[in-house]
């Protein structure tokens, strides 16, 4: 009965962080991707919302057993159940034993999912996402209006068609000018006609030609990177190894320096920034 009890309060508490968690992180980015992700269609725009909660939700999850473990042992102290199940001869290593089966469940279920959920998912989508919005941009430029996409501004004269006359088009360092122009889409221009200006080396460069392409999303392309996600890998499996740790932590750091609720926000707040830092490292040094 006991181990049942703890069991449902630290998994219930560890998903609810864990999703809230990313719901703030999705928040913040929110003012980043919110004009690409309400600019396109809804069967663009769920896949990414379910990756994104997917992947977020379990990185999160050794936070949410960090926390949920925490909350859990204070409440037992708080309302002097560790007394009275002491009293039934329960030693406090079974007591710990006990607040431990949810950590080992998440470190089995993270051991299974470590390899298939990966950040990098998260940005190959993203990047998905950021060809398909400028590309309805692209395709429905309007005239004699500055558009900007990213890094890229399109300015049109007039267009017949596909055709686009009279362009303007700014992408880095490269500034285009062309009495005519099509988009092949994915981000490739065909200009006839017109000049550029680029500068390299702090130089500027002025050249005339007939035909001119440019692909605005030579940096932007939607393929996965197999080193990326080896690492990724990598830190799924240390993030997910350190569940244990973090269970006995805040057990015994609940069980033993927590005396007032300041001291157990104290103690919860530190362990999450502790977390995050470590995996901050880990991932800078992989």
């Keep these: 009965m006991l181990q049942s009890l703890v069991l449902w309060k630290v998994t219930r ?28 269609p809804p069967e663009s725009s769920i896949p990414f919302f379910l990756i994104w909660f997917v992947f977020y939700g379990f990185y999160f999850l050794p936070d949410g057993i960090f926390l949920a473990t925490a909350l859990t042992a204070y409440e037992f102290k708080e309302k002097k159940l560790t007394h009275v199940l002491y009293s039934f001869h329960l030693s406090p290593a079974k007591l710990l034993r006990i607040f431990l089966a949810p950590a080992l469940l998440f470190v089995l279920l993270g051991s299974l ?7 990098e998912y998260v940005a190959f989508t993203t990047r998905g996402l950021l060809i398909q919005y400028k590309d309805r941009i692209f395709e429905n430029i ?14 049109i004269r007039d267009r017949d068609g596909s055709e686009l006359k009279g362009i303007f088009l700014k992408y880095r360092n490269t500034q285009v000018v062309a009495r005519r122009a099509h988009y092949e889409g994915a981000g490739r221009f065909v200009f006839e006609e017109g000049s550029l200006i680029t500068r390299e080396k702090g130089k500027y460069l002025l050249m005339r030609f007939d035909t001119y392409r440019l692909n605005t999303e030579e940096f932007l392309v939607p393929r996965i990177s197999k080193e990326t996600m080896k ?11 350190m569940i244990p740790i973090l269970s006995v932590t805040a057990f015994f750091g609940s069980m033993r ?30």
Aim: net charge positive; proline share 1%.
């Design 257 to 286: 320096f927590c005396r007032t609720h300041t001291h157990l926000y104290v103690l919860i707040s530190s362990g999450l920034v502790l977390h995050q830092l470590a995996i901050f490292v880990m991932k800078l040094s992989l």
């Design 13 to 40: 508490t560890a998903y609810l962080t864990a999703l809230v968690m990313a719901l703030l992180i999705f928040a913040v980015q929110i003012f980043r991707l919110g004009f690409i992700l309400f600019g396109l």
């Design 142 to 155: 309007p005239v004699k209006t500055f558009v900007e996409a990213g890094n890229v501004v399109v300015y």
């Design 231 to 241: 690492r990724d890998r990598i830190l799924n499996a240390l993030n997910t190894l």
């Design 113 to 119: 999912l470590s390899y298939y959920i990966v950040e």
